[in-house]
Each structure stands twice: as C-alpha cells, then as structure tokens.
C-alpha cells in the first residue's frame, strides 16, 4: 500500500503499524495514515494532490471524507488543519528543506484550532510529537505575517481577479480590474489591486499584504471572464476565504461582476448573490455608486463639504494675505519663505487645503500647480495631498486626482512596457531553456534507451535460460521426493524382513554356496568330456579321409584328390566334434540344471530372497539419489551464474544511465 509524501509528492510505502515515516526523496520527517482501508488510502492521496496544488477547498473536501468513513483518524484532521491555514510546503534554497508557508492566514493560532486538538487527541505518542512539532512552525510563521499585516492601512475594497493566463498574457479580467481601481480611486476609496498593490512588494511573501486586504477591506469585488478564472487556485483561494469571513461578520460584502460570459457558470459559492454584469451600458457607474452607498462616502462627504464652507467663510479673510505672499515666495523659489507661512496659515486653519498644496509645492521644489502634472511619483504617496483629499475644497481635489491620474497613467503605462519587456524577455529566455531541456531530456533519453537496447538481449537471455534451468530442476527436486518416500516404504518393509532373514540367512547362504560348489567341480570334469568327444570326432574324420580314397578310388587315388577328400573329412571332423563337445560337454546334459537347484532354495526362502531384492533397490535409489543431487547442485551453480549475468548488466545499465545524469 502506497502514500504520497506531503510534502514533495514522493511515493512512500506504508507500514501498517507506523504513524511517522521519512520521505526517501525529500528527506522530511512526517506523519503517515494508519491504515488498510484502500478507499481511505486512496482519499488521503487523492486530498494530497489537492493540497500540493493549493486547492485547499477541495482537499478539505477529502478529508471530511475521510472522517465520515473514520471519526478517529488524526491524520484526516491534520489535513484539515493545513488546509485551513493554507499550508504549502516548499524546498528552503539555503538547506534545501521543505519548509511550510502559510496562505490562508486566521487570526486564530493553530495550537488552538480544534482540527489540531482533535489530530493531537487520536494519535499516538509519535505522530502527536510531530503534531505539536509542526504546529509550533506554522505559529511562528502565522505570528510574523500578523505582525506585518498590523502595521498595513485599511482597505475599502479588494479585487479579486486572475492577472494573466497560462500563457503568460494579461487576462480581460485584470483591464477590467484597473478600471474598476482607476474609478474607485479617483472617488477617494482605498482600493487594493495586486498590480499595482503589490508592485513594490517583488520578492517577499505576499500573504501578510493580501491577509490584511481580506481582513479590512469591507467589501470584495470579484471579476470573472471565464469559469476558468474565477476557479484559479489563487483566486478561489481569496474569495473562498472572504466568503468564510462574511459568515462572521455580517458587515462585510462581496460583488460579483462578469463579463463575457454566463452568470450560471460562476462558482456554486455565489449563487446566491447578485452580480453585475459589466457588458451593460452604465455598469461601472452604477458599479462605483453602489460601493459608495455601502461606504457611506456620499454622506461623508456632504458632510465635510458643509463643515469646510463654513470654516472657509469664517476665517478665509484671515489667513488669505499670508497664503498670497507664500504663492510669491513659491514663484520666487525661496521655498523655506513658502513653508514659513503655510505653517502660520495652517497654525489659524489646519484644515485649509490651500495651504497643503502650497507646502507640497514648495517640498518637491516647483513653484507653479501646473508642474505638478510633470512630477515623477504619484502624488498619493504624500501626506500633504491626503491632507488636501480631505480638507480640500472639489475644484482642488479634481484638479489634483487629474494631475495624480496624469502621474500613474504615464507611470503605469513606462512599467507596462517595462513588463511587457521583461515578460517578452522572460518567455523567450523560458522558451529557450524549456527547447534545451527537451532536447536534453530527448537526448538522455535516447542514450537511455540504446543502453537498455545493448543489454536487453543478454538480461533476457540469461533470464530465460535460468528459468528454464529452475523448471528442469524443479523435475529433479520433484523425483528426488519421489525417490525419497519410495526409499522410505522400502527402508520400512526391509526393518520388517530384517529379523526372519536373520533367521534363515545363514542356511539360505550355505545351501546355495553347495550347490555353486558342485557346480565348479562338475564344470571341470565337462571340460574335459567335451575335449575327449572332439579329438575323438577329429580323429574318425581323418581316418575316414584316408581310407574312403584307397578303399574305392584305388585306381584313381591321386595324390590331388586323396589330399582335397583328407581335408575335407578333417574339417568335417573337427566342426563336427566341436558341436557335440558343446552338446554333450554341457554339464547340464550329464548332470542336470544348477539353476533349478538354486530356484528351490529361493522358493523355500522367499523371504531372503525379497530381503536381497531390497536391498539392492534401496542401494539403486540412494545411488540415484546422489546422481540427482549432484544434478541440483550443478543447476544451481548455472542458476546462479545466470542471474549473476543478469544482475551484472542491471548494474551495468545504472552506472551508465548514472554517468549520464
């Protein structure tokens, strides 16, 4: 059974009985399920790939899964814990550690999450150990981010919106962004839009910024052009947790607005809530006015209009000589003149927008308001013009918003390019190294393959011929436990015999020496009747050759013819005498058949006689036995050189593919 590590996605094996393993890949300590449920198992990997792609909604998903088929799995719950506060784990480049971080920020610790409480309460002594050990981490980490996040400015409204496509490009969602930000800003409202929110935070952790965002901002507006958007990891990520904190506090809102696209393809979390479809003649007006409303600002800001009429027409006369000889003192460039008595005017009036802008003039060196149009930073970033944003009469506030808008536009548009740029430079850059590395990896993998190619015929030979080696020793295996459990009934039957032929043994023995003994000594006395009959037969022959000539050839008795009969009778006489040497030499035709005596005395001692036969059987099988063993032994030294051969190449292959790496 098989788990994926937490932490890089390894493959670990799972131990039945363990709680706590260590990834052979990433190195990290972590704990694994207890388990032999396959569906649980297969949940836990399952939420695991959610988790590592930060799709913490539908990991948690998972997990409670999980728990509805086992309550007192504290490995469900601590799943549930890291995806509540968003926990990716990513490789430390200085230790080359997974560490965790954290995108799901809450402002309550993970000590006293009741996910960790009730992990911590079903696990045993070791996993609760790296429970506790882990969470004191993410604490750490979560306690910094809060503390980061408590030194940022509220927010009024947070976008959320994908920034760019898988391609890199800008998505329609971001330009409806800008504009949504571009026209909220200019009423005032503090807006936060990670392209221009962030652009000053490039190489630090987003989360403490975004968490803040989330955590002031009373209202969410969420911008979708494709399902496919709005569904993106990060951005599913802010709205699913602005949703959850709508459900705590009853002040906060969320505004969907989309355009190209059908309003039923938005997520199922917002069903319920109407959205604003920007594709409408009037949509960003209608948009603006509605958030203003929900803000509070039209009020607020009749307010402060009749509060700052009333003050300018009280002490306007007062101040106002001192406010023309600062502007003098401005077009003269004597700016420390200037501040002098803007600093008197705001001692009689502190909240005389004039005497901001005239301050902030003489602080950037300009000496006219049109200057301010040419200036190289936007001007919201100084204190002076919030000051004017606030105590300013409309004329100066829209004349200063025009300028800002001026400032950002141009500013917006130099870094547009810039990015583009860099964008451009960064695809081509990614483009090349990704075309290197596939013409790398095709290159390994070609090398790869023909070190596989040039040892594949020696594995698969040598593999098959140990195979075949094992099948035909397991049929010598196989009648070596026949021959075995034969030589067992034999060895048995022979203790049974073995006391009746100790009995009769010794008269059986004797009995059969005598009649060998006799046989020996008649044997020698055939020999020498069989010698007699043939020199007798060869004798009559030649007698008979040389009479039968003389006695009726006499008148022809030539010497030709004598000698050619003579011979004739010798052989006749000796072949002769041979055959009946043999016939009756035999011992057999003088003193009859020895066989049939020693016949009688194995039928009268039956029992020597299947004792003996045993015996030699039991020798026959312990000597095919040997024979056998002798074949196992020698397959198994083939065997083994086989595999040898075998492993050789493997080892062989690794050392290449390793060299290659």
């Not at 393993?21 to 695991?48: S, V, W």
């Not at 949509?283 to 803000?295: C, R, W, Y």
């Amino acid at each position: 059974m098989f788990f994926y590590c937490k932490m890089c996605g390894g493959e670990l094996e799972v131990n039945q009985d363990a709680t706590v393993g260590q990834c052979q890949y990433c190195g990290t300590k972590q704990t694994i399920p207890k388990t032999d449920n396959e569906k649980i198992m297969n949940l836990f990997n399952r939420a695991n790939h959610y988790r590592m792609k930060n799709d913490f909604d539908n990991a948690m998903n998972s997990y409670e899964n999980i728990l509805n088929e086992d309550s007192k799995n504290a490995e469900a719950y601590w799943g549930l814990c890291l995806c509540r506060y968003g926990i990716e784990y990513v490789k430390d480049p200085l230790t080359e550690k997974m560490i965790p971080t954290c995108h799901r920020t809450q402002l309550e610790s993970i000590i006293e999450d009741e996910d960790f409480i009730s992990a911590c309460e079903n696990a045993d002594s070791v996993a609760r150990s790296t429970y506790e050990q882990e969470a004191k981490h993410i604490d750490k980490i979560q306690k910094k981010i809060l503390q980061i996040s408590s030194k940022e400015e509220d927010y009024d409204v947070f976008i959320c919106y994908k920034e760019a496509d898988n391609m890199g490009e800008r998505t329609p969602d971001s330009v409806i962004g800008q504009d949504i930000y571009d026209a909220l800003t200019e009423k005032g409202i503090r807006v936060f839009f990670a392209r221009i929110s962030l652009e000053d935070k490039v190489g630090t952790a987003y989360e403490p910024y975004i968490f803040a965002a989330l955590q002031s901002a009373p209202i969410m507006i969420t911008i979708g052009t494709k399902p496919e958007y709005m569904e993106a990891v990060w951005v599913k990520n802010e709205w699913s947790r602005f949703l959850a904190m709508m459900k705590k506090d009853s002040k906060k809102t969320i505004i969907p607005v989309y355009k190209f696209m059908n309003p039923y393809d938005m997520p199922e979390g917002f069903a319920r809530i109407q959205a604003v479809n920007m594709e409408k003649i009037g949509a960003m007006q209608d948009l603006v006015h509605g958030i203003e409303k929900i803000l509070g600002k039209d009020k607020n800001r009749i307010v402060e209009k009749v509060v700052r009429v009333d003050e300018n027409a009280n002490s306007a006369s007062k101040y106002a000589p001192l406010l023309e000889r600062a502007w003098i003192f401005l077009e003269d460039k004597n700016w420390n003149k200037a501040r002098e008595y803007v600093e008197r005017v705001l001692d009689m009036n502190p909240k005389c927008g004039e005497a901001y802008l005239i301050k902030m003039l003489a602080g950037m060196s300009l000496n006219n308001r049109n200057a301010l149009k040419n200036w190289s930073h936007p001007l919201d970033g100084y204190d002076e013009y919030k000051k004017i944003m606030k105590y300013g009469d409309d004329e100066l506030k829209n004349e200063l918003m025009q300028y800002n808008k001026i400032i950002v536009d141009r500013q917006r548009k130099k870094e547009q390019e810039l990015n583009e740029k860099r964008m451009r430079e960064e695809r081509e850059l990614y483009e090349r190294k990704k075309r290197e590395e596939e013409e790398r990896k095709a290159r390994l993998e070609k090398k790869r393959q023909e070190i596989y190619a040039k040892y594949d015929d020696t594995i698969q030979s040598n593999r098959k011929k140990a195979q075949d080696l094992e099948n035909e020793k397991h049929e010598i295996v196989e009648k070596i436990i026949a021959l075995n459990a034969n030589k067992i009934q034999i060895s048995d039957r022979k203790k049974e015999l073995e006391k009746q032929y100790n009995e009769v043994a010794g008269i059986y023995n004797s009995a059969m020496k005598k009649i060998e003994t006799k046989k020996d000594r008649r044997e020698g006395v055939g020999d020498i009747i069989s010698l007699g009959i043939w020199g007798i037969t060869a004798l009559a022959g030649l007698v008979l050759g040389i009479a039968v000539p003389v006695i009726y050839f006499p008148n022809n008795s030539s010497g030709i013819a004598v000698i050619s009969f003579l011979l004739l009778s010798l052989i006749v006489g000796v072949v002769g005498g041979f055959l009946l040497s043999m016939r009756f030499g035999d011992i057999k035709f003088f003193f009859g058949d020895y066989s049939q005596a020693k016949e009688k005395v194995k039928k009268k001692y039956p029992v020597v006689v299947e004792y003996q036969n045993i015996c030699e059987e039991e020798e026959n099988i312990t000597k095919e036995i040997d024979d056998l063993k002798k074949s196992e032994q020698q397959y198994n030294t083939n065997i083994k050189g086989y595999l040898q051969a075998v492993t050789s190449a493997q080892n062989s292959i690794k050392k290449q593919i390793a060299a290659l790496k």
